[in-house]
């Protein structure tokens, strides 16, 4: 189908600190055309009361109709669609009404501290892996779910929502789980894109209280008469299932013209690896701490997940409220002038994963590794940095070894696409080419779902990334420098993760 015109396409995009409702033109006309813009963006506050940390799910919502109203008077008519994706595992639970029973959790919360050793009594780490292929993290919905068994809210609970699914469950009433979110719940089977049943049935887990499965470009309803009402849109308004992770939708939208390619989607979290047709599920694999999600098409998401840039975000709060902040792009041209790898941390250290006092941490860090101490916030942010593209590069080379893909170029997607100190320091630690952008990787990937469900564009993964391409200028960054300093850097973290 070719369009005379372009579509408009509203991608709800959620992240752990902001929310954005981008709009996305879209046409299938000649070669095609398609543009994103922004149109409304709001904060992600968390919420600790009585000892928990929370989402602000009301606040959110809220967020989005403001974006949807502010969509159809800013394009002069209804979206052709609406798609959402937020992040991962975190869910919010309904009665039988349909009432949400709560604010969700916050997946950083200590709920879970300790589960995963309670859950390994019943199901080893390995048995685990093999059924589901998910990488270990403390904050996984299957220990959420068993952290919470015993809990009044739990056991009122009829229905329970994926983040995504529940603001399209208000804004069309009609409940499904979307494939890519689900697989982060270390309940599905990587191989049959289905519930790992033996897994839930060990474990306790109420598969009864999912809705059904749902994938990318499936319908997942119309906006509801009220949200028309609330927005100004008149209807009817289509609801599409896109990749309803993050990561999904960014990686859909990474603008590579072949298979040999890694990907770093950046932002809060780094998530690197490659992009596989079929999972790897090896003993070696689990104890690398990869993990395999499931994709747009059929693909599979073959990573690691990094602590990412979350490391400098609690720096820039830490340093803000001890007065000695100052503007970020200052702070990265200061870090530039700093000499490299004279401080470094293993990013993936579980020490940095709750809020709070980062650069304390980090100094600590750097003591147990053994090297230099960074003092003040230009050397602890290249400390950062560099440590940030010393983690891009093992899972880089961690997880072409381990699924016998070689890759030639390394993409860099999401919000650190802007930061040109990490993309030149990533091409220098993993030794080969960085392409940075599109920064707004997930917001273009969800619309780029939705317009191909429409029928705005045709074609795979492969015809959706050309026409990408076409509407990008994307930073090209050849690796430099000294490729032993980073070797020995290297040796160094590994020395001190045997250690740990």
Same mark, same amino acid.
């Given at each position: 189908?070719?369009?005379t015109?372009?579509?408009?396409?509203?991608?709800?995009?959620?992240?752990?600190?902001?929310?954005?409702?981008?709009v996305?033109?879209?046409? &299938?006309?000649?070669?095609?055309?398609?543009?994103?813009?922004?149109?409304?963006? $709001?904060?992600?506050?968390?919420?600790?009361?009585?000892?928990?940390?929370?989402?602000?799910?009301?606040?959110?919502?809220?967020?989005?109709l403001?974006?949807?109203?502010?969509?159809?008077?800013?394009?002069g008519?209804?979206?052709? &669609?609406?798609?959402?994706?937020?992040?991962?595992?975190?869910?919010?639970l309904?009665?039988?009404?349909?009432?949400?029973? !709560?604010?969700?959790?916050?997946?950083?919360?200590?709920?879970?501290?300790?589960?995963?050793?309670?859950v390994?009594?019943?199901?080893?780490?390995?048995?685990?892996?093999?059924?589901?292929?998910?990488?270990?993290?403390?904050?996984?919905?299957?220990y959420?779910?068993?952290?919470?068994?015993?809990?009044?809210?739990?056991?009122?609970?009829?229905?329970?929502?994926?983040?995504?699914?529940?603001?399209?469950?208000?804004?069309?009433?009609e409940?499904?789980?979307e494939i890519?979110n689900?697989?982060?719940?270390?309940?599905?089977?990587?191989r049959?894109?289905?519930?790992?049943?033996?897994?839930?049935?060990?474990l306790?887990?109420?598969?009864?209280?999912?809705?059904?499965?749902?994938?990318?470009?499936?319908?997942?309803?119309?906006?509801?008469?009220?949200?028309?009402?609330?927005?100004?849109?008149?209807?009817?308004?289509?609801?599409?299932?896109?990749?309803?992770?993050?990561?999904?939708?960014?990686?859909?939208?990474?603008?590579?013209?072949?298979?040999? $390619?890694?990907?770093?989607?950046?932002?809060?979290?780094?998530?690197?690896?490659?992009?596989?047709d079929?999972?790897?599920?090896?003993?070696?694999?689990?104890?690398?701490?990869?993990?395999?999600?499931l994709?747009?098409? !059929?693909?599979?998401?073959?990573?690691?997940?990094?602590?990412?840039?979350?490391?400098?975000?609690?720096?820039?709060?830490?340093?803000e409220?001890d007065?000695?902040?100052?503007?970020?792009?200052?702070?990265?041209?200061?870090?530039?002038?700093v000499?490299?790898?004279?401080?470094?941390?293993?990013?993936?250290?579980?020490? $940095?994963?709750?809020?709070?006092?980062?650069?304390r941490?980090?100094?600590?860090?750097?003591?147990?590794?053994?090297?230099?101490?960074p003092?003040?916030?230009?050397?602890?942010?290249?400390?950062?940095?560099?440590?940030l593209?010393?983690?891009?590069?093992?899972?880089?080379?961690?997880?072409?070894?381990?699924?016998?893909?070689?890759?030639?170029?390394?993409?860099?997607?999401?919000g &650190?696409?802007?930061?040109?100190?990490?993309?030149r320091l990533t091409?220098?630690?993993?030794g080969?080419p960085?392409v940075?952008?599109?920064?707004?990787?997930?917001? $273009? &990937?969800?619309?780029?779902?939705?317009?191909?469900?429409?029928?705005?564009?045709?074609?795979?993964?492969?015809?959706l990334?050309?026409?990408?391409?076409?509407?990008?200028?994307?930073?090209?960054?050849?690796?430099?420098?000294?490729?032993?300093?980073?070797?020995?850097?290297?040796?160094?973290?590994?020395?001190?993760?045997?250690?740990?």
């Amino acid at each position: 189908m070719s369009l005379t015109e372009p579509l408009p396409f509203a991608a709800v995009d959620l992240g752990a600190s902001s929310g954005r409702v981008m709009v996305g033109h879209v046409s &299938g006309r000649g070669s095609g055309t398609l543009r994103l813009e922004e149109i409304h963006r $709001f904060p992600n506050r968390p919420v600790r009361a009585a000892g928990t940390l929370h989402w602000d799910i009301l606040s959110l919502y809220a967020g989005v109709l403001d974006g949807l109203r502010a969509a159809g008077a800013a394009t002069g008519r209804a979206p052709a &669609g609406v798609g959402i994706d937020t992040w991962a595992v975190d869910f919010g639970l309904l009665d039988a009404d349909g009432s949400l029973l !709560g604010n969700p959790v916050h997946y950083r919360d200590v709920r879970t501290d300790g589960e995963a050793a309670r859950v390994s009594a019943v199901v080893p780490p390995e048995d685990l892996y093999a059924a589901t292929g998910l990488q270990y993290l403390p904050f996984n919905t299957l220990y959420q779910l068993t952290a919470a068994r015993e809990s009044a809210t739990l056991a009122a609970a009829r229905r329970l929502l994926l983040i995504p699914d529940l603001i399209a469950y208000w804004l069309t009433g009609e409940a499904g789980t979307e494939i890519t979110n689900a697989s982060t719940t270390q309940l599905i089977d990587p191989r049959t894109r289905d519930w790992a049943r033996p897994v839930a049935n060990a474990l306790g887990v109420d598969l009864t209280l999912f809705a059904p499965l749902r994938g990318p470009g499936d319908p997942a309803g119309l906006l509801l008469p009220d949200v028309l009402a609330e927005t100004g849109l008149t209807g009817p308004v289509p609801v599409t299932a896109v990749g309803s992770h993050d990561t999904a939708s960014a990686v859909a939208a990474v603008p590579a013209s072949g298979e040999r $390619f890694a990907y770093v989607a950046t932002g809060t979290w780094s998530l690197a690896g490659l992009e596989l047709d079929a999972p790897v599920l090896t003993e070696e694999s689990r104890l690398a701490n990869f993990t395999n999600e499931l994709g747009v098409d !059929g693909t599979v998401r073959y990573l690691r997940n990094i602590m990412g840039l979350w490391l400098l975000q609690e720096c820039l709060r830490a340093w803000e409220a001890d007065g000695t902040g100052r503007p970020l792009d200052r702070l990265l041209r200061e870090a530039a002038d700093v000499p490299g790898l004279r401080a470094v941390v293993d990013a993936d250290d579980p020490a $940095f994963i709750a809020p709070g006092d980062m650069p304390r941490r980090i100094a600590d860090a750097c003591r147990r590794v053994g090297g230099r101490v960074p003092r003040g916030p230009a050397e602890i942010t290249r400390c950062v940095l560099d440590s940030l593209a010393l983690a891009h590069r093992r899972a880089v080379e961690d997880a072409q070894r381990l699924s016998g893909r070689t890759v030639d170029t390394v993409h860099v997607v999401g919000g &650190g696409a802007h930061n040109e100190l990490l993309c030149r320091l990533t091409a220098d630690a993993c030794g080969l080419p960085v392409v940075a952008g599109p920064a707004e990787a997930a917001a $273009f &990937g969800n619309v780029l779902v939705q317009a191909r469900a429409a029928g705005a564009v045709r074609g795979d993964l492969t015809d959706l990334r050309a026409l990408l391409r076409g509407a990008l200028e994307p930073r090209r960054y050849e690796p430099s420098g000294d490729r032993k300093a980073w070797d020995r850097a290297a040796e160094l973290l590994a020395g001190e993760r045997a250690a740990r």
